[in-house]
């Protein structure tokens, strides 16, 4: 008999456009109008934001000031903070800034995690090792995200088969939990819904977060499979934001008040206040300096109505 996994009624979603969105932008945002963007965030219901990344100021300029960022935040209760950290020495200064969780990143492609991070997978994992050593007994939860789960724009396609071991090597050094990304939007809803449906079975225990970018326009079926699998966390970015400075064709994630709007508009709780998030979404271009992707908050809702012609 086949497995049914029953779709969640309740989403958790993962803000990651003050990292992920921040990145790859041309314009420095002052680390004051970060705060504000932030601080505007953190009152609209989501759960879990990703302020920075405490990586070297040559590599991403644009979030140097990272300590500044995290330090000058006006934490909200029920709001967990979360980072990413590159290496040992990244995760030593966001220990300092007392975040709540620490996100690291490796790659299921080898030419991928050298273009990225200057190392294979397997060193990628010997360095989680030691940042595990580093953060026991910190209470910081400890979260990996692997790029290119679903696809490399310099191999190709990733076996499903490695993606499967390099979770099960993740999760027997102690990482708490997962997030399988598609960083150049390479994936299709018929391979994420297998996908998650095998992670699902062979770790149920396990919280799995999907990362999607909507590259080729898939963003929101995907994530859309990825629940009917069973999946009930998402990262989104707030007006479609971000890339991978160090993938060929990268482009913005899955926007994050698109998605809530699909879900909600679907009967689905995403803890989210809509009419909230879009009015923080409306002052991207201003903080940016350019217009964003994100269709929500120029068309409006679904509930919108207009006077007759």
């Given at each position: 008999?086949k497995?049914v996994?029953?779709?969640?009624?309740?989403?958790?979603?993962n803000e990651v456009?003050?990292?992920?969105?921040?990145?790859?932008?041309?314009?420095?945002?002052?680390?004051?109008?970060?705060?504000r963007?932030?601080?505007?965030l953190?009152?609209?219901?989501?759960?879990?934001?990703?302020a920075?990344s405490f990586?070297?100021?040559?590599a991403?300029?644009?979030?140097r000031?990272?300590?500044?960022?995290?330090?000058?935040?006006?934490?909200?209760?029920?709001?967990?903070?979360?980072?990413?950290v590159p290496?040992?020495?990244?995760t030593?200064?966001?220990?300092?800034?007392?975040?709540?969780e620490?996100?690291?990143?490796?790659?299921?492609?080898?030419?991928?995690g050298?273009a990225?991070?200057r190392m294979?997978?397997?060193?990628?994992?010997e360095?989680f090792?030691?940042?595990?050593?580093?953060?026991?007994g910190?209470?910081?939860?400890?979260?990996?995200?692997?790029?290119?789960?679903?696809g490399?724009?310099?191999?190709?396609e990733?076996?499903e088969?490695?993606?499967?071991e390099?979770?099960?090597?993740l999760?027997d050094?102690?990482?708490?939990?997962?997030?399988?990304c598609?960083?150049?939007?390479?994936a299709?809803?018929?391979?994420?819904?297998r996908?998650?449906e095998?992670?699902?079975?062979?770790w149920?225990?396990?919280p799995?977060?999907?990362?999607?970018?909507?590259?080729?326009?898939?963003?929101?079926?995907?994530?859309?499979?990825?629940w009917?699998a069973?999946?009930?966390?998402?990262?989104?970015?707030l007006?479609?934001?971000?890339?991978?400075?160090?993938?060929?064709?990268a482009?913005?994630?899955?926007?994050?008040?698109d998605?809530?709007h699909?879900f909600?508009?679907?009967?689905?709780d995403?803890?989210?206040?809509?009419?909230?998030?879009?009015?923080?979404?409306a002052?991207l271009?201003?903080?940016?300096?350019?217009d964003?992707?994100?269709q929500?908050v120029?068309?409006?809702?679904?509930?919108?109505?207009?006077?007759?012609?």
């Amino acid at each position: 008999m086949k497995l049914v996994t029953p779709c969640p009624t309740k989403i958790e979603i993962n803000e990651v456009a003050p990292r992920d969105g921040l990145q790859i932008e041309a314009r420095f945002v002052p680390t004051e109008e970060k705060i504000r963007w932030i601080d505007a965030l953190s009152t609209t219901g989501l759960r879990r934001i990703e302020a920075t990344s405490f990586t070297s100021p040559k590599a991403i300029p644009n979030l140097r000031d990272a300590a500044e960022v995290v330090t000058g935040i006006q934490r909200q209760e029920g709001v967990d903070l979360t980072v990413l950290v590159p290496n040992v020495k990244g995760t030593e200064r966001a220990l300092g800034c007392q975040v709540d969780e620490i996100n690291l990143v490796m790659s299921a492609s080898n030419s991928h995690g050298l273009a990225n991070l200057r190392m294979a997978p397997e060193q990628s994992l010997e360095q989680f090792a030691a940042i595990l050593e580093l953060t026991q007994g910190s209470g910081v939860f400890i979260n990996a995200s692997l790029s290119t789960t679903f696809g490399c724009p310099f191999e190709g396609e990733v076996p499903e088969a490695r993606v499967l071991e390099l979770i099960e090597q993740l999760i027997d050094l102690g990482i708490q939990g997962v997030t399988l990304c598609d960083t150049t939007g390479m994936a299709n809803p018929a391979q994420v819904k297998r996908l998650c449906e095998a992670v699902l079975k062979r770790w149920p225990e396990t919280p799995f977060t999907l990362h999607f970018h909507n590259t080729r326009g898939m963003g929101l079926a995907n994530a859309l499979a990825a629940w009917q699998a069973g999946i009930n966390r998402f990262d989104a970015s707030l007006g479609g934001l971000g890339g991978c400075p160090f993938a060929p064709g990268a482009s913005g994630n899955v926007c994050t008040e698109d998605l809530v709007h699909m879900f909600e508009a679907m009967g689905v709780d995403t803890g989210v206040d809509l009419d909230a998030l879009l009015e923080v979404a409306a002052t991207l271009p201003n903080l940016i300096g350019h217009d964003v992707p994100g269709q929500v908050v120029k068309a409006g809702k679904s509930t919108r109505r207009y006077a007759m012609p």
